[in-house]
């Protein structure tokens, strides 16, 4: 079974700072995306950005950019220059094909502050 | 391109009682997924389905069930409702086989008294 740990449940950046959020996971797959979703107060859940786990290069996404270790089973989200409007939850999510499902960890809330 | 639309967006059911929820994916997406988030759980996996076949399910009671339609549209269907079953349901599709890319919902905020 997969797991997922994020083991900021807050976290908190002024605005125009970087923020890291992190995420460690657990699967015995070898063939997996990763994945951090936004949900921000409306409850819509809104991709942020996607990794694949074959690809070495970390993906980026505007101001948002990830660090995959793959060994370590680890994947952050750099988010550069933080907005009021990235304030939300922000959930890690691996997928593998062999269960066709997303896990979700708890999540980590972000405050952006003046 | 319309989005993932869920509907209805809020429904105030009975204990006892049985409701029917509905998810309409984005034009030529085939696969649906089902997550049930509360505030004790957080996120967890209902079923998948692709081309109208259920490919995954979780760890629910078998009160919940779901189907896909030729047309993609999915519905879900929880009967004999509990207070615990209270929670916002998400929706999410995905094009192919793999969800590479999935889109959610709004969600459809459930509340059972």
């Known amino acids: 079974a997969q797991t997922v740990t994020q083991s900021q449940p807050e976290m908190s950046v002024q605005e125009a700072e970087t923020v890291t959020l992190s995420c460690t996971y657990d699967?015995?797959?070898?063939?997996?995306?990763l994945f951090w979703y936004k949900q921000p107060p409306s409850r819509q859940m809104i991709l942020v950005i996607r990794?694949?786990?074959?690809?070495?290069q970390n993906a980026t996404e505007n101001r948002f950019s990830v660090n995959f270790q793959k060994a370590a089973k680890s994947f952050s989200l750099k988010i550069s220059d933080s907005q009021l409007g990235d304030a939300a939850m922000y959930f890690c999510?691996?997928?593998?094909?062999?269960?066709?499902?997303?896990?979700f960890g708890t999540g980590t809330r972000l405050q952006v502050t003046l | 391109k319309a989005g993932v639309t869920q509907t209805p967006r809020y429904l105030i059911k009975t204990r006892g009682q049985q409701v029917t929820l509905s998810c309409s994916p984005i034009?030529?997406?085939?696969?649906v997924s089902w997550y049930q988030q509360t505030p004790g759980q957080g996120l967890q996996f209902l079923f998948e389905?692709?081309?109208?076949?259920?490919?995954n399910k979780g760890n629910f009671p078998g009160r919940f069930s779901g189907r896909q339609f030729s047309n993609s549209r999915s519905e879900m269907n929880v009967s004999t409702l509990e207070l615990g079953d209270s929670a916002l349901y998400l929706c999410?599709?995905?094009?192919?086989?793999?969800?590479?890319?999935?889109?959610f919902g709004q969600g459809t905020r459930l509340t059972v008294v």
């Open positions: 999510a691996p997928y593998t094909g062999t269960a066709s499902k997303l896990t």
């Open positions: 699967t015995s797959e070898s063939d997996y995306y």
């Open positions: 990794q694949e786990a074959y690809k070495q």
């Open positions: 034009s030529g997406h085939r696969s």
């Open positions: 389905y692709f081309s109208e076949t259920q490919r």
């Open positions: 999410a599709s995905a094009q192919g086989a793999q969800n590479t890319e999935a889109f």
